[in-house]
């Protein structure tokens, strides 16, 4: 049985956990306010918030219902537009209307219900705006100003709330209505009793499985093997960062352990799709679905992460994620073993970048991704590891170019020497992201852009082309 | 004033179709389509999926009691596939079943045996295979061939533009259930109900009365909807006829993609022809437009880039001829623009290149040769309250293009890495349908005896805000409170006959109508109000009576309520048709256009030329809305239809393979403008005019023309990579990806595919 909360309403139901989040809500609830665009995380119109109790304390996320299983509702607090509503328009919809951010309306309730949450979630110092809140929200009609202004307006009256933006204050200056008072109570009576579900379909976020096998899932036996709630997802032992199997995205976005390690952390995080699909994708899902493309992947790569298995019997071992992919989508593991643990040193005199290119900077898959790792000391560079995705049937970590730079001299020639090496460890092919010879020039340019970024004053643009 | 349909869009309770509550007993349906591009079918097995559990039924061809037919031009489109498959995602016929989910799993199992046949996706090919929608058409003015030798510069070359998928964010769907006599009802997201109701009512061999279509509001249209909606609905109604039951078919994004049309390729060749003095003597240009496998709506399409082909310049000598081709894509079909951008497109990048090669600024060409007032276009309209000259004058120099030059050039001379380009666009867009018998529209008003009013026309609502403005429109006319007045569905029962929502001419035709039935009723009050109150002259103020100029104790509840007890209709059904139009097909000259909206637009971007990736930094237009009635809803118009042209031209890229199957299938390959890729800034400014008598509330349509200043994203960008990689010669085929645009900054030289040839000596200028 399913138990959570929608809205101001406890639902206890045996529908079937496989089910999307949304088709229950629309079909099951009768809520016809969350709307269908895509059914792939990728529009934002099916956006609801998933309200989780942690350490005692009631936090929000937006996702996509669309590829959310109707499982990972369970002893959370879903929140629809309907349940946003009050008798006058709420703060996020009055900034809306006044802006005239909605035209056909259709997206709305999305970006509605994305600000609402951003209204709602504590941490604003990382999320930085109200407008970054609308990440994974696309509309046709308005060409986006009129909603940065509402978004801009919603931040100033936050903003004039001062720093403890408690949900009494929210209601009692409409920013949300009044029944969230009493959500963490109805929350409470449900943590006790643990939903369970065993199948051979192992979910963790389902942001891949959801997308890659969308008509099969509801149909399909599916396991969610992983408890959700509590507990730390993401945590720092000496100078080693681990990851349980439910740590998303976001997790790893807003770890503040990783941001004050690695400059830029936020925003090289920030290119990894939409908020609403980092708030749900794992990054264990992201490396198991073996995507060439994978940002966390070529990111965890180059920080030669380590990935532990356990298998039914509890039995564990741990591997290099370099290890990890044999070929297209095949994988050193057996099909019962899951990701227990992931795990990586965080660098600390070793300096890291990322770069990814797509048709859109945002909530975009790669042309070709790339991550560095990298030390010099005196002009010499002495540890050198690179990734590079959407060049080869695997993520790829480019062995022999990080072999070649290791002990040579922080140049502009070492760096074209490199490039080189790096064409010969690469294959790309031509697809909807970009022809093979693009995916090649592309590939040695983000080579450069890691030098050009991480040494600006030693390395010219102008030698390098 | 605000959207009125804002508060309900932000509370989530506006009705869409997929939001109707179900009936009971409904049934689901799902389309299933060809696998292959072209082919003749052999056989269709529908066994195994009739044998899941939850199949109802599954309809095709043979269930079709009428006609098999939905074309609208041209009657070459049936509704499922007869013996042979003409394009990747043709719909073959329709499972019906308990369940959406239940359709989606069992029309996987219908095997469809087929043998190939070569696929086309080429219109160049088509033309030479002379596989033509409709005979090529030419519009001529000058004499091209004698302008030739008067020029100094002649440049000429090929330029290829993609089309554009519409991403409506709300798919196509429609819900369609039987009444009684065998009549049916069909709520539908079109932007034309009466296409879906002639349509439906020749597939199911009923007549048009017996067929009623509704249409609350459309969550996104664009054109998407004006032709293609009429399928799905036409689905609908056939299989609720057939079972007797409710029947909702509401498209997966990926059908909807895969199934439907979009904006039309273009690949044209142009020669452009120069004085000394950058006046364009001569234009020639021949359009190859990708029609698709059939005619939808594109030989209108032709015929508006036809018109639009010189865009807002004069050019004394043009010879633009355009191919419809008959390809094995989805039928491709109207889109904001509806033709008009990719005539203009091609004459900016023939300026563009004429430019590069004379190396001066484009804008230096495009200013010299605007129109003014009194020049004829091609097409015969004598061009009345021109703006071209106006507005880009407003626009230069409330912007500072001169300085803005000057900091790009500065900002280039420093930086190694990232670039800036600058691009002026001016537009002119014609407004009416050019086919002059569409251009008309109803309007039903009721005034109800509490003073209420409720307004039916033959205009849907899809974000466009006609509907906010057409509330307006009664609310003044009536002089009450906007409040009083309520818009309805748009019903074939109640306004029957009506144009599509299209041709950015919804509030113009259907505003006018509303204002003929409203000023009916009106004066049948204030004749009762006169006869009252003993007055001469009668008004309607604040929702008072004003006698002589006195304002009188009558309000409008007491006015109206007179008015019914002296038998007095509150009622009317009003009809309006835009005067002075008209054009001559044989001659292609005439008179087609109410009025021209114009505009210019400076737009800058910045390259990296390392990765390729650009940004477009700003957008600073000056536009021309006459007098605009509600500047909320026209410059939302201006901003969507800006940002859309954008994406047009930069992101968005349609991709096909060989074999004719859609690449960019879903919203993860096919990218539309997200919030961080718009301009970091757009600043409209209007430029002030008393506004145009043919246009609703003297305020100028606003739909599409905005889209158009779009086209400078495409030639910003490309300015920066020249700016990077001064020696290439670059082609031009849109839209400009960030795999085009690196692909150009490391281009080298001119070499091998020199595109733009240069013909005749180049010379010092001015
Ligand atoms: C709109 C959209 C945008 C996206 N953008 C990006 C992007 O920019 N960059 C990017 O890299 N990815 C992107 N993705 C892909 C996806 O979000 C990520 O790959 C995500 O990390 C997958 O995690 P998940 O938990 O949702 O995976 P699921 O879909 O739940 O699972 C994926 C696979 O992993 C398996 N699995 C999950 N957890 C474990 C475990 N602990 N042990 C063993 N197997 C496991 C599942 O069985 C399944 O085979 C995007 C997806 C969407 C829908
Ligand atoms: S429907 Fe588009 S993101 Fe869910
Ligand atoms: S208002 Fe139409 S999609 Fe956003």
Redesign the pocket.
């Known amino acids: 049985m399913l138990h959570f909360v929608l809205n101001d309403r406890e639902v206890k139901t045996a529908a079937n956990p496989a089910t999307t989040l949304l088709d229950f809500i629309r079909y099951d609830a009768n809520l016809r306010g969350t709307k269908i665009g895509c059914r ?3 529009c934002g119109a099916c956006t609801v918030l998933l309200g989780s109790v942690e350490n005692g304390e009631i936090r929000y996320e937006n996702c996509t219902s669309c ?1 959310t299983p109707l499982a990972n509702a369970h002893g959370r607090h879903v929140v629809t537009v309907e349940g946003l509503n009050m008798s006058e328009l709420n703060r996020a919809q009055e900034a809306m209307v006044s802006h005239s951010g909605t035209q056909c309306g259709f997206c709305t309730p999305g970006f509605v219900v994305s600000l609402c949450g951003y209204a709602l979630n504590p941490d604003t110092s990382l999320s930085r705006t109200a407008k970054d809140a609308v990440d994974g929200n696309i509309c046709r009609c308005t060409g986006y100003k009129s909603i940065e202004r509402a978004a801009d307006q919603l931040q100033e009256e936050l903003d004039n709330l001062g720093e403890a933006k408690t949900v009494d204050k929210l209601i009692d200056k409409r920013f949300i209505p009044a029944y969230f008072r009493d959500i963490p109570q109805l929350l409470a009576q449900i943590e006790r009793h643990a939903f369970k579900h065993r199948g051979k ?11 890659q096998k969308h008509d099969e899932m509801p149909f399909m036996e599916v396991a969610f093997p ?1 408890k959700h709630q509590n507990g730390t997802r993401i945590w720092k032992e000496g100078d080693r960062c681990h990851m349980a ?1 439910l740590c998303t ?1 976001s997790d790893m976005m807003k770890a503040p352990f990783l941001n004050e390690s690695i400059p830029n952390w936020y925003d090289y995080m920030k ?4 908020n609403p ?1 980092r708030n ?7 490396l ?2 073996a ?1 060439p ?5 070529a990111m965890l790569l180059a920080l030669n992460a380590e990935i532990t298995l356990k298998d039914p019997g509890d039995q564990e071992r741990t591997i290099p994620l370099r290890s990890f992919y044999l070929d297209y989508k095949k994988l050193s593991k057996t099909p019962e073993e ?2 227990s643990r992931t795990s990586f040193d965080i660098p600390t005199t070793g300096k890291f970048n990322f770069e990814k290119v797509c048709k859109r900077k945002y ?3 790669a042309s070709v991704n790339a991550a560095a790792l990298l030390e010099e000391k005196n002009g010499v560079i002495f540890k050198a590891s690179f990734s590079v995705g959407g060049v080869s049937p695997i993520p790829l970590y480019l062995h022999k170019t990080s072999e070649y730079v290791k002990g040579r001299e922080l140049t502009e020639r070492t760096i074209l020497e490199a490039a080189e090496v790096l064409q010969s460890e690469i294959s790309p092919i031509s697809d909807a992201r970009g022809s093979a010879e693009y995916k090649r020039l592309l590939a040695s340019q983000l080579f450069k852009a890691h030098f050009l970024n991480l040494f600006p004053s030693q390395i010219k643009m102008s030698e390098l082309v | 004033m605000i959207n009125i349909d804002a508060k309900n869009h932000v509370r989530g309770t506006s009705i869409y179709l997929d939001d109707i509550q179900e009936i009971h007993g409904t049934l689901f349906a799902q389309p299933f389509c060809a696998p292959v591009a072209h082919a003749k079918i052999n056989r269709i097995n529908l066994e195994p999926a009739m044998a899941m559990e939850g199949v109802v039924a599954i309809f095709t061809r043979s269930d079709i009691p009428g006609a098999n037919q939905i074309g609208g031009i041209v009657p070459d489109e049936p509704l499922f596939a007869e013996d042979e498959i003409h394009f990747w995602g043709q719909p073959i016929g329709l499972v019906v079943g308990t369940s959406e989910q239940i359709c989606r799993l069992a029309r996987k199992k219908i095997e469809i045996d087929f043998s190939e046949l070569p696929v086309v996706t080429d219109p160049r090919k088509a033309a030479r295979n002379d596989s033509l929608i409709v005979p090529p058409r030419t519009f001529n003015t000058g004499n091209v061939e004698d302008a030739w030798e008067q020029c100094e510069h002649i440049f000429s070359g090929r330029v290829e533009v993609n089309g554009q998928e519409h991403l409506y964010i709300e798919g196509q769907g429609a819900y369609a259930w039987p009444k009684e006599d065998d009549s049916i009802y069909i709520a539908s997201s079109t932007q034309g109900p009466t296409a879906v109701q002639r349509t439906a009512a020749a597939v199911l061999g009923l007549p048009m009365h017996k067929v009623e279509v509704n249409v609350q509001r459309l969550g996104g249209g664009f054109g998407g909807k004006e032709d293609q909606a009429t399928a799905w609905a036409v689905m609908a109604a056939l299989a609720a006829k057939k079972l007797q039951k409710p029947v909702k078919i509401s498209l997966h994004r990926m059908d909807d993609m895969m199934m439907t049309g979009k904006r039309h390729p273009y690949s044209s060749d142009y020669r452009i022809g120069l004085s000394k003095e950058l006046k364009i003597l001569a234009y020639e240009v021949t359009h190859y437009q990708n029609a698709g496998a059939a005619a939808d709506l594109s030989p209108a399409v032709l015929e508006r880039t036809l018109f639009h082909s010189t865009n807002a310049y004069f050019v004394p000598n043009v010879r633009a001829t355009a191919y419809s081709c008959r390809t094995n894509l989805p039928p491709n079909t109207a889109f904001r623009g509806f033709g008009g951008p990719q005539g203009k497109f091609i004459i900016e990048s023939a300026i563009a290149r004429a430019a590069s090669a004379l190396k001066v600024p484009a804008d230096h060409i495009q200013k010299r040769n605007l129109l003014s007032e009194g020049d004829v276009m091609p097409y015969g309209q004598k061009m009345t309250e021109a703006l071209a000259k106006e507005t880009w004058e407003q626009c230069a120099r409330e912007f500072d293009l001169e300085k803005i030059r000057q900091e790009i050039n500065e900002f280039n001379a420093t930086n190694p890495r990232y670039k800036k380009g600058l691009a002026v666009q001016p537009i002119c867009f014609g407004i009416s349908f050019t086919n002059t018998m569409m251009n008309h529209a109803r309007a039903l008003v009721h005034v109800y005896t509490d003073g209420s009013v409720v307004v039916s026309t033959g205009a849907v609502e899809m974000g466009q805000g006609v509907n906010t403005k057409l509330l307006q429109v009664a609310a003044e006319r009536f002089g009450i409170s906007s409040d009083r007045v309520k818009l309805e569905s748009t019903n074939t029962l109640r306004i029957a006959n009506t144009s599509p929502t299209a041709a950015s001419a919804g509030a113009d035709l259907n505003g006018k109508a509303l204002e003929i039935a409203c000023d009916r009723i009106l004066s049948r009050l204030k004749k009762a109000a006169a006869e009252k109150l003993n007055a001469g002259e009668i008004k309607l103020a604040n929702e008072r009576v004003v006698a002589d100029g006195e304002i009188s104790d009558m309000d409008w509840e007491q006015l109206v309520g007179l008015a019914f007890s002296k038998r007095i209709s509150l009622s009317e059904h009003a009809h309006y048709a835009t005067p002075n139009i008209h054009f001559d097909k044989k001659r292609e000259k005439g008179h087609p256009f109410a009025y021209h909206v114009y505009g210019t637009a400076i737009i800058t971007a910045v390259v990296d030329c390392l990765t390729g990736t650009y940004e477009i930094d700003r957008v600073k237009l000056v536009h021309d809305c006459g007098k605009s009635m509600n500047l909320p809803v026209d410059n939302g118009q201006i901003e969507g239809g800006l940002v859309q042209g954008i994406g047009w031209l930069t992101l968005e890229e349609l991709l096909y393979d060989e074999k004719g199957k859609l690449l960019s299938n879903a919203l ?1 390959t096919y990218k539309i403008p997200d919030m961080y890729s718009v301009p970091g800034e757009i600043t409209i400014r209007h430029y002030e005019t008393e506004g145009h008598e043919l246009a609703i509330k003297k305020s100028k349509a606003v739909g599409e023309p905005p889209l158009m200043y779009g086209l400078g994203a495409y030639f910003a960008i490309r300015n920066a990579v020249t700016a990077f990689n001064p020696s290439a010669d670059l082609a031009i085929n849109a839209p400009y990806t960030p795999e085009k645009v690196l692909m150009d900054l490391y281009k080298k030289g001119g070499g091998q595919e020199k595109e733009a040839v240069h013909e005749a000596k180049q010379t010092e200028l001015y």
């Open positions: 792939e995380g990728d590829l379909q192992p979910v963790g976020g389902g942001t891949d499985l959801y997308v992983f199997p995205a290119l990894v799709s939409s699909i749900t994708g794992t990054v264990a899902g992201n198991v679905n995507s493309i994978g940002d966390l992947t899951l990701i909530l975009d898959i | 993860s």
